[in-house]
């Protein structure tokens, strides 16, 4: 080993610190060995360091980068470690790395002079902050040991009493505030106090009842949170296989609808190349006749020329002698209409596929829409009429479902029975027994919307919600004579509802606005009368099994209603 260096400074005889220290660990050497660099290691960080290099079979000197190969046996270097054993004895200890001073975010210790140490523990009891060594009086001193020390803290000038300038030992139990023995002496003199140990052990028992809840309830919401991913799985799952299906049916479809193009095609060049044939082949017996008749016009026109009146009296016979015409009577009497019933037969049944997809589409789209997945518990249903109207859309009035004695306006928000019938186009959709209308809009998941009417002394509106597929005609067409439709009958004096031809009277304050709630997932239908205050009419709870249409009869001496 190299010359220890030795220093005089503060009248006292220490190793230089470097010489001593470790710069792998930056602690004082621990079974010290030394390299034939000059260079000193603790025996554990050098075998660590050179482990890292096995791969490369060369070792060097983490200061000076010296290679050794092979790998240098070591061996504890016994005066070094004694002379560091004796050193520690006397107080020396290695200088601190740059880790170990206090920073600006560190609790500092408050007893270290010019650059300071971190804080290892604070005192609760001296309201101080220690390094590990200014910390050992506290493990060696009787009294100390009493001490109660935590982890290092900024905040203990909070457990002084800014009053007293004692430490608050004491719990207020009618203020909630901890204070020092003093203060229950005057300002606190006669509450509810205890030690603030004794708080804190029934506030801590409290405190792990919470935990445990909490714990509880993390657990129950991970298992939620299980089963919604396994939900999503499901869901992303079915709906693949719903795509990929409905992807196979609509190929079909069209294939379908191709092979069926391709026949009518290939039958319509059939016959057209039958027809021609047929026009052809008469066209030729036609043009040979006409060749025969200019030849027979020619002999005709010959024999008329012949002076020799025997002559012309014998050939005439021969010559006067036409052939049967060509039957061409079937050209004037069959009309040319050739293959425009092709045509409207193919626009037909365009028309038709055009109303099955409009039909089925809507319950297509609604069993989509109505997908049962896995959701929380619905939200009450809404008090006040600005919490209803949050649910309200844009809802108009189908012009191709309203009776001809019904007449719309305002962008078919409004409704007036008229005595002068409309010129409304057929279609089958038009109620024709009832005046009645539909919206155009089907309603699923929560939706609000209001009716208002006015008009004559006498007549009311019927307010309904009704299945798309209800009756045209007849009785049955009735709003709420039917199991597809559920309809709250409005007049000036009182309310009745409405259901598979059942009435049931219905008590309220009467209003010329009515306001309908619906809920589909959850099944709920309400009827408010809505005037100032919003007042339960009547409610329904039921399971829907297809998307809802807003419906509207206007009867009696009623002028008009209008949704909103």
Known sequence: MDEAAIVRQNGRDQLDRETISCVICLDLLKDPVGLSCGHNYCMSCIKEF???????????CPQCRQAFTPRPVLKKNTMLAALVEQLKKTGLQAAPADHCYAGPEDVACDVCTGRKLKAFKSCLTCSASYCENHLQSHFESTKLKKHKLVEPSEKLQE?????????MKIFCRTDKKCICYLCTMDDHKGHDTVPA??????????????????QQRIQDREKDVKLLQQEVEAVSRSADKAV?????????????????????????????????????????????????????DAELKQLSHTEDHNQFLHNYPSVSQLSEPTDSSSINIRPLRYFEDVTAAVSELRDK?????TDKWTNISWSV???????????????????????????TLDPNTAHTQLLLSEGNRKVTWTIQPQSYSSHKDRFTDRWQVLSRESLTGRCYWEVEWRGGMWGGVDVAVTYKNISRVGSDSRFGRNDKSWSLDCDTNSYEFCFNNIETPVSGPGSSRVGVYLDHRAGILSFYSVSETMTLLH??????????????????GLRCSEIS
Do not use: M
């Open 539 to 556: 409610r329904v709870q039921t399971t829907f099994t297809q998307p809802l249409y807003v419906g509207l009869r206007v009867y009696g």
């Open 244 to 296: 990929e299906d409905s992807e196979k049916i609509f190929t079909q479809l069209i294939h379908l609808l191709q092979k069926r193009s391709s026949d009518v095609k290939q039958q319509i060049r059939s016959q057209q190349e039958t027809e021609v044939s047929g026009v052809k082949e008469l066209q030729e017996k036609l043009q040979q006749e006409i060749t025969e008749l200019k030849r027979k």
């Open 197 to 214: 140990a004794a708080e804190r052990t029934e506030r801590q028992r409290e405190l792990e009842v919470s935990r445990l809840n909490i």
């Open 159 to 167: 457990n002084i009493c800014s009053r007293h300038d004692e430490v």
């Open 353 to 357: 596929l055009q109303d099955i997809l």
């Open 50 to 60: 050179w482990d890292g290099e096995d791969q490369r079979k060369i070792y060097s």
């Open 369 to 395: 829409t109505n997908v049962d997945v896995l959701l929380p518990e619905p939200e009450p249903e809404p008090k006040t009429r600005a919490e209803f109207l949050r649910y309200s859309g844009e809802i």
